[in-house]
């Protein structure tokens, strides 16, 4: 049914284009365009302060930094252990994109925050994991690193 709703509206807004007149375009360059961080921010929910606070205790902003052996890279760090279960749960996504990754943590804070009631918790579970927070108590440190780096990047 979506599938017929889409090609139903397609249909309708390429025969109204197709009858217009072409509209001037022009582009605005006085607006700013929106950073990775900006753009993640929106769409996973997160705060774009604490995505640039993850940034920077995971990598100091290294989009190719790798960790773990290998197994975690860019910036946020993103485990690939995990990425069947991270693709089932918040959307496929490519572990080197810089958005797709940001947006990740973006929604794996959120998801954090709203199974520990606690943004402090829901930050160390980044570095940590959920169980992790719960059965050894949150790594303030982590914590803290995270929360003093909350402004944007040069």
């Given at each position: 049914?979506?599938?017929?709703?889409?090609?139903?509206?397609?249909?309708?807004?390429?025969?109204?284009?197709?009858?217009?007149?072409?509209?001037?375009?022009?582009?605005?360059?006085?607006?700013?365009?929106?950073?990775?961080?900006?753009?993640?921010?929106?769409?996973?929910?997160?705060?774009?302060?604490?995505?640039?606070?993850?940034?920077?205790?995971?990598?100091?902003?290294?989009?190719?930094?790798?960790?773990?052996?290998?197994?975690?890279?860019?910036?946020f760090?993103?485990?690939?252990k995990?990425?069947e279960?991270?693709?089932?749960?918040?959307?496929?996504?490519?572990?080197?994109?810089?958005l797709?990754?940001?947006?990740?943590?973006?929604?794996?804070?959120?998801?954090?925050?709203?199974?520990?009631?606690?943004?402090?918790?829901?930050?160390?579970?980044?570095?940590?994991?959920?169980?992790?927070?719960?059965n050894?108590?949150?790594?303030?440190?982590?914590?803290?690193?995270?929360?003093?780096?909350?402004?944007?990047?040069?």
């Amino acid at each position: 049914m979506k599938r017929f709703a889409f090609v139903l509206v397609s249909i309708i807004a390429l025969s109204t284009c197709a009858t217009q007149k072409p509209k001037e375009f022009t582009v605005d360059f006085s607006e700013p365009e929106l950073s990775t961080y900006e753009i993640a921010a929106y769409i996973s929910g997160c705060p774009v302060e604490l995505l640039y606070g993850f940034a920077f205790a995971e990598s100091t902003y290294d989009q190719w930094a790798m960790g773990d052996d290998g197994v975690s890279f860019t910036r946020f760090q993103i485990n690939e252990k995990f990425h069947e279960y991270n693709a089932r749960t918040y959307g496929e996504y490519n572990p080197m994109c810089p958005l797709d990754t940001a947006i990740l943590t973006g929604k794996i804070f959120v998801a954090d925050l709203a199974a520990l009631g606690n943004v402090e918790d829901a930050i160390a579970a980044h570095n940590q994991g959920r169980s992790g927070v719960r059965n050894n108590g949150r790594d303030q440190e982590y914590v803290n690193r995270v929360l003093t780096h909350m402004e944007k990047p040069v």
